[in-house]
């Protein structure tokens, strides 16, 4: 389907009362009630030549290059946190899973699952954030979907999103191309999201407020593939965080890892907010980051690119691959001892990414 | 995220208990138990390259030709119905989408959104289905991601694909490209779809068994461009019918209809269960059908080659665009009479397709 361009042109009798309506099963029918939701709140905020084509796919110019595709749902609860809300971090998160190839981004897909009751005015918020995420990574929404299902048959909203990149350049960056001895990077702050997240969710009132550092990365990794093409590998560290990425990527690459605990950027509130809730830092989702992996001559001036660009201002080399037949990822403490990082079992943290 | 991939490669100490297991939210969570559900159940079914490549998205070869993209969610009820199940639905409705540009499908995406508590058994019949529709139609699943959310935030599961093809001949099929006088041709019977879903739902026992029409298209539609790439517009009629669909053309083309109600082809018993139920075929979603429109001194060579194809073995010419500056969609009737085919408001039948 694409149901976000006006295509039928029609004029309907009133309109719909954002400020008080609510989404209901009509909206999702495929009938008149479903083009006028269509046509006031997605084809008013997504407003762009591929959907006005207002076919039930998006024809777009060819492009040169590899393909690269990736797709990303998200459920996460609650809808708006603290610098963000579903509909930025659908964009985000699904831009960046297409840019960790080193690919350039084009388009995006969007399908909505929306609970009947739904307030109109937060699907509309939601849009129109969307849109905005969308126009400022210069990614487009080209086509979507509308679904409405019972009350109590879904929690709000859900958000599947895919992208769609080319890869121009000769790279060859893969999470199993990290070897022992490579510099490991991260672009800035860790778990600013999770508990940006958590913290709305529980109610708690941080002295300083952590928001979200929900982000697109396409431009970070544009710079960084320019600058220093024989990147190993890049990857941004959501659910799970830094902890199950490092030691997803340790079973794919084959080699392990060892932190310097004093060498990680962590804000002193996200600090202070994981020994209030006794959580690990190295376990939360963030949401605008990105891992770097790369021959350790290169780190420096990979670095370098990176901390010139917004997004990577507080970039720092935080650890090594190294050589290790158990794939462990080990964390150097500031008192000289060493603790391994665990893969979590899953438990912890459901629905924030 | 690319979660169909057994990245890992790690050994678990049990194999998951499909038989009598359930989905609990730590197969949500990033860690070990999310790795273990991916790895016996999404992994051992879609199996390929591009997911055997183990990153946050795949990367394919260049293709030549203009990009398309298309998505839609699946939030069927129930999920299982005679001549399918969600899965394969999932993998035929959005490959049946990029096609109807007259684009060849070349990649999918999957995005699973699962209730916890919902049976292993069936994640496994539902994964396997689709693993199967994506081989059938040649179209692989290339990216995924799994979610996972509380008891009674979601109807079991729900399944949003997106797809992407590439447009190499020079044809330009729109929804605003039929003309008066243009030939409208349907490539089989109507209302087989949502009549199996709602006998299901509704626990009729017809006597004739009805099944889903349930197919993918992108190989009839293969056929059709090649043989006549005059084709003005493609579609097909899935939420809201053949009414919906003709309606929404009339607004975007700038036409009207006129349709042989004579010349429908539904077969005897959906007749019946439509008469049962008291709904019009002409208004329930289909999922292997499409319509054609093409210029009527055509239609007879479009539909020899339709004719020849499994798929389309029934097509047949149904009515001709007219001008009509009230876009109005007529049927003449056996009996000499008129009716106007409305746009449906969109209360009927939620959740079919």
């Known amino acids: 389907m694409n149901e976000f361009a006006d295509s039928s042109q029609r004029k309907f009798t009133r309109p719909l009362d954002v400020e008080r309506g609510r989404v209901d099963m009509t909206h999702g029918g495929g009938g008149r009630a479903m083009a006028q939701l269509i046509s006031e709140i997605f084809a008013a905020a997504f407003d762009n030549p591929y959907l006005a084509q207002g076919n039930d796919m998006a024809v777009m110019p060819a492009a040169t290059g590899r393909l690269v595709m990736s797709t990303d749902g998200y459920v996460i609860s609650p809808l708006f946190f603290p610098g963000g809300d579903i509909g930025s971090l659908a964009v985000h998160g699904t831009i960046n899973d297409v840019s960790m190839s080193g690919a350039r981004a084009l388009y995006l897909s969007a ?10 005015a937060d699907l509309k918020r939601i849009v129109q954030s969307m849109a905005r995420a969308s126009t400022e990574a210069g990614v487009p929404v080209v086509t979507g979907d509308t679904k409405v299902v019972e009350r109590g048959k879904a929690d709000g909203i859900f958000i599947s999103t895919a992208g769609v990149g080319v890869l121009v350049d000769d790279l060859s960056i893969s999470g199993d191309a990290i070897r022992p001895g490579d510099a490991v990077i991260i672009s800035g702050s860790i778990g600013d999201h999770g508990v940006a997240i958590l913290s709305k969710r529980e109610n708690l009132d941080f002295e300083t407020a952590i928001e979200s550092d929900s982000a697109p990365l396409n431009g970070l990794v544009a710079a960084m593939v320019e600058a220093e093409p024989s990147i190993h590998c890049l990857r941004d560290p959501t659910r799970g965080g830094v902890a199950a990425t490092l030691n997803e990527l340790a079973h794919q690459s084959g080699v392990g890892f ?11 509130a996200v600090r202070g907010a994981c020994e209030l809730l006794g959580i690990d830092p190295l376990g939360i989702a963030n ?8 021959p350790a001559e290169k780190a420096e001036a990979l670095l370098r690119v990176m901390n010139a660009h917004p997004l990577g201002r507080d970039a720092a080399v935080i650890g090594q691959a190294v050589a290790d037949d158990s794939r462990l990822v080990r964390l150097s403490t500031s008192f000289g001892s060493e603790r391994v990082v665990e893969w979590l079992n899953g438990e912890q943290l459901p629905r924030i990414c």
């Open 287 to 294: 949401e605008g980051k990105l891992l770097a992996f790369c």
């Open 258 to 268: 060892v932190l310097d605990e004093d060498a990680l950027p962590i804000k002193p």
């Open 111 to 120: 399908s909505f699952i929306i609970e009947e009751g739904f307030p109109l």
